[in-house]
Nanobody
Framework: VQLQASGGGLVQAGGSLNLSCAAS????????MGWYRQAPGRERELVAV???????KYVDSVKGRFIISRDNAQNTVYLQMNRLKPEDTAVYLC???????????????WGQGTLVTVSS
């Protein structure tokens, strides 16, 4: 399974960015997909997660500003980030929980991360 993230960059406070992460998962079913972030000197935190059927969960600090969505046909998860703040600056990593269709074993995979920098 490979996860390819894109869409990070530099934006001014109040601006928007849209992250995407495409999964290559032949032989696996993809369950939850999500975004985490890690800022320098801080622990990795869950930003948002979306289940296969579309149920979503967000960390309190991004509620009302970020929207997570997914395209199951394309095995892609998106994170629309609006009204960005300097404290949103971090490396954003996509995450996928998958299940082997043959063995039914579950696995967790991570993308390579994309840097989001919000200037004040």
């Amino acid at each position: 399974v490979q996860l390819q993230a894109s869409g990070g960059g530099l934006v001014q406070a109040g601006g928007s960015l849209n992250l995407s992460c495409a999964a290559s998962a032949s032989g696996f079913s993809i369950n939850a997909m999500g975004w985490y972030r890690q800022a320098p000197g801080r622990e990795r935190e869950l930003v948002a997660v979306v289940a296969t059927r579309g149920d979503t969960k967000y960390v309190d600090s991004v509620k009302g500003r970020f929207i997570i969505s997914r395209d199951n046909a394309q095995n892609t998860v998106y994170l629309q980030m609006n009204r960005l703040k300097p404290e949103d600056t971090a490396v954003y990593l996509c995450n996928a929980m998958v299940r082997d269709v043959y063995t039914n074993y579950g696995y967790e995979y991570w993308g390579q991360g994309t840097l989001v920098t919000v200037s004040s």
